[in-house]
DNA sequence: TAGATTGTTAATCGATTAACAATC
DNA sequence: TAGATTGTTAATCGATTAACAATC
C-alpha cells in the first residue's frame, strides 16, 4: 500500500528547506564564491561537495530542494547557482544590522569582513560603557560612532534593521533582547550564555564560545580513554 | 520478527553518547550551575529542562545515556548530576589551551570568564604582527604574553596543550593548523572562515560567524515572505 | 498506600546514504 | 551512440517524542 505521497511533499516540495540543509548553504555559497573568483565556469556535484566537506550525494540532495540548476552530464554554471543560493538565504537584499556591546567581541563583529560583502549592513553599534560611547569604529570603510544603548529605539526604527547582535555581559542580555525585539528586531544572534526569552515569531540562534571548547574537550576525554582502553588490551 | 536487539545498542550503550545528547549537555552544565548558585539542591527533569529550554523527554532521554542519577518520585540532586555532567564532558579535569591570533576576536577569547571556571587554561597566546608580540593579557586575573607564533612548538610540547584555538585570518589559518597538529594539538576551535585540512584522529569544530547570520537571515527572509503570502491571500 | 517522577520503550519523524534512471 | 553527471528514489540510520511501567 504506497501511501507515502502527500505527507513528505509537504516538508519537501515548495518552501519547506529542511534545516540541515540550510545550515549548509553558507558552506555551499562560500565554495562556491572561491570558485567564482578562481574564475571557474563549471563545477560538478563531485567537486563543489569535497571544496565544501560534505559527500556529493548530500550536496545533490540539498541542492535539489532549492530547484533543478544543474544540467545532467554536465554539472553546474558557478555564478547561477552561486546566484541561487544567495536568492534562497536571502544575501541579495541588503540587511541592515545593529549590534549591542561593543567590547572585544563587539568589535571583533564589527569589524568581520564577511559581513559587508554578504550583504549585511552594519547601522548601529551600541554599548551602556561612557568610555566606548562616542569612539569611532571602522566598519567596512565607514566610521560608526558607538552610540548609547538608550538611543537604540530610534535606529532600529528609522534604520528599519530587523537583525540585531548582542554581544554585552550576560547580565544585561535579556533587556538588551526586550529593547531590540520591542523596537521591531525579529532575528537576534545571541553571544551572552544566557538563554533569551522572545516572544513568538522571533527567532534566535546562540553561539556560545564555552559551549564549543566543552563539545570539544568532550571529544579530547574519548580520544584518551580509547588510548588507555587501547593500552589495557 | 522482533530482530532489533544487537544494532541500537551498539550505540546507545557503553561510551557511545550520542552527538546530539553531546551538544546539550553544555546547557544543562550551566543551568545546573545557575542553580547551584542559588542554592537548589532537588530538580526535577521538568524544571531542569525548563530552564535548559528543551522537553522534560529529551533531557531525561539525554542523562540516561550517562547513567541513571535520578531518584524516581523526588528528582536530580543538583550537585550530584553537576558532578557527572562535568565528568562525562571532561571538565573534571584541567584542560591546557593555546590561543592563536590574538586581535580582537583573539582578546575576546582570551578575556571570556566562561573558559577558567570550566577547567580550561590559557596557556599561551600567540601572533604573529610585532606589533602584537609583548603585550600582556590579562587571562583569568594572570598576565599572559602575546607571543611570536614561530614560538609555537615550544609551548604546545612544554604544557603539553591539546586544545588549540585558531583566530587568525583566513590566510594563515591552514599554515597555523598544521603547525598546532605537528607539535601535538588533537583538537581545534577553527574561527577562520576556511575549511581545515588535518590528519585522521584530529577533531575540528569551526564557528563562523557569517554562517549564523546567513542562516539568521534565512530566516528572516522567510518570516517576510509570510506576511507577503497572508496579505495575498 | 497514594502521589510523584524517573528511566525505558516503541512509534514517529527527519536526515543521510547509495544506487540508478533520466538526460545532457 | 557512449560517457558523464544530475535529480530522485528507496533504504537506512539517528533523533525526537509521548506514553507508561518501574519505583521512590
Known amino acids: 500500500m504506497p501511501v507515502s505521497q502527500a505527507p513528505k511533499s509537504h516538508v519537501g516540495a515548495r518552501g519547506g528547506i529542511p534545516d540541515a540543509t540550510v545550515s549548509r548553504l553558507p558552506m555551499y555559497h562560500r565554495s562556491l564564491v572561491a570558485l567564482s573568483n578562481r574564475g571557474t565556469i563549471l563545477v560538478s556535484s563531485e567537486e563543489l ?4 566537506g560534505v559527500s556529493s550525494a548530500k550536496l545533490r540532495k540539498d541542492l535539489s530542494f532549492l530547484g533543478s540548476y544543474g544540467t545532467r552530464g554536465v554539472g553546474y554554471e558557478v555564478e547561477f547557482l552561486l546566484y541561487q ?6 544575501l541579495t537584499q541588503e540587511w541592515s544590522v545593529v549590534i549591542v556591546g561593543v567590547g572585544n567581541l563587539g568589535h571583533a563583529l564589527a569589524g568581520y569582513p564577511g559581513f559587508a560583502s554578504r550583504g549585511f549592513k552594519v547601522v548601529g553599534l551600541f554599548d551602556a560603557d561612557p568610555a566606548l560611547i562616542g569612539e569611532e569604529v ?9 552610540r548609547d544603548v538608550k538611543e537604540l529605539a530610534q535606529t532600529v526604527r528609522s534604520t528599519g534593521a530587523s537583525i540585531g547582535v548582542i554581544a554585552t555581559p550576560e547580565a544585561s542580555a535579556q533587556q538588551v533582547c526586550n529593547s531590540l525585539v520591542a523596537h521591531g528586531v525579529t532575528s537576534i544572534l545571541n553571544f551572552a550564555t544566557v538563554l533569551l526569552e522572545v516572544p513568538e515569531g522571533v527567532h534566535v540562534r546562540r553561539v556560545d564560545l564555552a559551549t564549543e571548547l566543552q563539545i570539544l574537550a568532550f571529544h579530547e576525554q574519548r580520544k584518551s580513554q580509547m588510548v588507555l582502553a587501547q593500552e589495557t588490551a
Do not use: P
Not at 49 to 52: L, W
Not at 85 to 90: P, Q, S, V, Y
Not at 138 to 146: E, I, Q, Y
Open 49 to 52: 561537495a569535497d571544496a565544501a
Open 138 to 146: 571602522t566598519v567596512a570603510g565607514r566610521a560608526v560612532v558607538v
Open 85 to 90: 543560493i544567495a536568492r534562497a538565504l536571502g
